[in-house]
């Protein structure tokens, strides 16, 4: 049984909340939710909770640090768990990923992500990311304010059949079969 710590990315506050750059918080409470993690407890600079998906010990951090700070919310929790770099999986929005598909990348750059850009800093970037998109606004003068926009309204059903996805095949992750995984997110997208 290993023991996997599983960061969702977001910004902290009600104000935040159902902005497209916070679906890694998305992911990481549907998570929680689904496979009854223990209460929500303040610790690593952040919102911390334990539980298990299928054999493995997982533990879900949201950093409240701000996105651009996330690294060192992570970096303490992985320190203290005495954690390799392998047992790292970020969930977080991705621009280069049409909205909704989801993929899973090992290691690579940050493409602009500032909170992938602070993990990699304090940890370097040989981690699991779990890639969430949100589509491009179509001119990088629009980035800034369409990752910090909310979701809309026709946007909702498929955001929650995205979630709910990830959080019901979370246990393929959990075993390291990341083709599975996807495929089978992809898959209860399509019904």
Not at 178 to 183: C, I, K, Q, V
């Amino acid at each position: 049984m290993a023991t996997q710590l599983w960061v969702g990315l977001g910004n902290p506050g009600p104000q935040y909340a159902m902005h497209r750059h916070n679906v890694g918080f998305m992911a990481c409470d549907i998570i929680a939710d689904v496979h009854r993690f223990g209460p929500v407890q303040k610790k690593f600079q952040g919102w911390f909770q334990e539980g298990r998906i299928g054999r493995d010990k997982v533990l879900l951090l949201k950093p409240a640090t701000f996105m651009n700070e996330s690294g060192r919310s992570v970096g303490e929790a992985m320190r203290f768990f005495k954690l390799d770099l392998d047992a790292l999986t970020v969930f977080h929005d991705e621009l280069d990923l049409a909205p909704f598909k989801v993929k899973v990348k090992q290691g690579g750059g940050h493409a602009g992500h500032n909170g992938l850009r602070s993990i990699g800093q304090h940890l370097g970037p040989d981690y699991r990311r779990v890639r969430i998109g949100i589509g491009h606004p179509g001119h990088k003068d629009r980035v800034n304010g369409y990752v910090l926009g909310n979701y809309a309204k026709a946007e909702m059903d498929p955001l929650a059949g995205m979630l709910g996805a990830i959080a019901y095949e979370a246990e393929r992750l959990a075993e390291g079969d990341d083709a599975r995984f996807m495929n089978d997110v992809a898959l209860r997208q399509q019904d």
